[in-house]
T-cell receptor
Framework: SQTIHQWPATLVQPVGSPLSLECTVE??????LYWYRQAAGRGLQLLFY??????ISSEVPQNLSASRPQDRQFILSSKKLLLSDSGFYLC????????????FGPGTRLLVL | AQTVTQSQPEMSVQEAETVTLSCTYD???????LFWYKQPPSRQMILVIR??????QNATENRFSVNFQKAAKSFSLKISDSQLGDAAMYFC??????????FGDGTTLTVKP
């Protein structure tokens, strides 16, 4: 069966510090991968998605970046965090069919102080 | 760009009763996919039900069913025989043919015993 992992679960970082959040998927190959951010009490904002290794589409211009160094690994990064980067970050994967369900990871709660 | 609107920030229902959560969307596409996700306090996103736009028949999953009105661009979720475990935040989501998903801001459902 497929599983999706995210770490860390919680992170507290000072403004201006770098960020690296990791997401890995097991039990499937060539998944479509997504990074979302969720503000408190709000819906999900799509940040990045990837259809293959090295292929990243950015949805929102900001100080975040994403990389996909391996087929089932998706990394969200920042060189310098802003206060507004605080939030709940969710990684998701789905198969290649458009009607495929998206499966979400457990999320990372990021607090920038 | 597609938009998804959930006009009910909060809803409540008595246990064993029926509740309907509304969702409308805006798109110029003819083929797309619609989803309802549930996010309990654990913040794990869980698929509740999904619908392909080209299918006229409304999707049903046990106590959950949808009322899909393509012309009106409406996709409401009906929960029958509500249970305490149904309490969560519910998100409506639109997926385009390009594979990008847009989420509404969510409806918080409270189930009263």
């Amino acid at each position: 069966s497929q599983t999706i992992h995210q770490w860390p679960a919680t992170l507290v970082q000072p403004v201006g510090s770098p960020l690296s959040l990791e997401c890995t998927v097991e039990g499937t190959s060539n998944p479509n991968l997504y990074w979302y951010r969720q503000a408190a009490g709000r819906g999900l904002q799509l940040l990045f998605y990837s259809v293959g290794i090295g292929q990243i589409s950015s949805e929102v211009p900001q100080n975040l970046s994403a990389s996909r160094p391996q087929d089932r690994q998706f990394i969200l990064s920042s060189k310098k965090l802003l206060l507004s980067d605080s939030g709940f970050y969710l990684c998701a994967w789905r198969g290649n069919g458009l009607f495929e369900t998206q499966y979400f990871g457990p999320g990372t709660r990021l607090l920038v102080l | 760009a597609q938009t998804v609107t959930q006009s009910q920030p909060e809803m409540s229902v008595q246990e064993a009763e029926t509740v309907t959560l509304s969702c409308t969307y805006d798109t110029s596409e003819s083929d797309y996919y619609l989803f309802w996700y549930k996010q309990p306090p654990s913040r794990q996103m869980i698929l509740v039900i999904r619908q392909e736009a080209y299918k006229q028949q409304n999707a049903t999953e046990n106590r959950f069913s949808v009322n899909f009105q393509k012309a009106a661009k409406s996709f409401s979720l009906k929960i029958s025989d509500s249970q305490l475990g149904d309490a969560a935040m519910y998100f409506c989501a639109y997926r385009s043919n390009a594979g990008k998903s847009t989420f509404g801001d969510g409806t918080t459902l409270t189930v009263k015993p």
